[in-house]
């Protein structure tokens, strides 16, 4: 149990379709970061919210939309995504600013076909 | 340059070996840095923050080398459960922290 939920775990979608990504924090943090992680490369910071206002946004493809309605709540909406978009997407959240420590959710596998 | 860079690895050792690995940082006004454990096909999990010039927790120490703009990660008497990716971060200030792509580990009996 990481205190960080995400929904669901796993998800394959064709190119056409549009899908939501769910995240759920039970920690009492302000900050909720989403992450893209490809094999064998560093996380890439995509989004991140403090007190429910967006403060990153990192170059992310349109296709790519985020929601924040309340500080313990995060979706990644998306639409007409590409096959190299196919990734581990992770959520993650924190106290304060990024000298604080980020705890991350089990993350979503998403295959693009 | 990377703005964080990190031996990929992988490193084999036996179980009982001490094991240490670096990370570089490009950017001179990062002041937080941490060490993450991500296992395979999971989440990174937290295993220490480095604020100063460093810290201890049971096998595992961490050293910050502002000079050099380095952290190192040292691991004691390795365990088998040790196996794992080890990634390193740095923060600038602000939310953005810059992940490193990890150093794998691998502890054989």
């Known amino acids: 149990e990481t205190g960080v939920t995400q929904t669901p775990r796993h998800l394959v979608m064709g190119m056409t379709n549009k899908k939501s990504l769910k995240c759920e924090q039970h920690l009492g943090h302000n900050a909720m970061y989403w992450y893209k992680q490809s094999a064998k490369k560093p996380l890439e910071l995509m989004f991140v919210y403090n007190f429910k206002e967006q403060t990153e946004n990192n170059s992310v493809p349109s296709r790519f939309s985020p929601e924040c309605p309340n500080s313990s709540h995060l979706f990644l909406h998306l639409h007409t995504l590409q096959p190299e978009d196919s990734a581990l997407y992770l959520c993650?959240?924190?106290?304060?600013?990024?000298?604080?420590?980020?705890?991350f959710g089990d993350g979503t596998r998403l295959s693009i076909l | 340059r990377k703005e964080v860079e990190q031996d990929p690895g992988p490193f084999n050792v036996p179980e009982g070996a001490t094991v240490a690995f670096n990370c570089t940082y490009s950017?001179?006004?990062?002041?937080?840095f941490f060490w993450y454990r991500q296992d395979c096909r999971k989440e990174p999990k937290l295993l220490m923050s480095v604020y100063s010039s460093g810290n201890e927790d049971g096998r595992f120490t961490a050293q910050l080398n502002r000079a050099s703009q380095y952290i190192s990660l040292l691991i004691r008497d390795s365990k088998l459960s040790d196996s794992a990716t080890y990634l390193c971060?740095?923060?600038?200030?602000?939310?953005?922290?810059?992940f490193g792509a990890g150093t794998r580990l691998f502890v054989k009996a």
């Open positions: 950017n001179s006004a990062s002041q937080s």
């Open positions: 993650a959240s924190s106290v304060g600013q990024g000298e604080q420590p980020q705890h």
């Open positions: 971060a740095a923060n600038t200030g602000g939310f953005k922290t810059i």
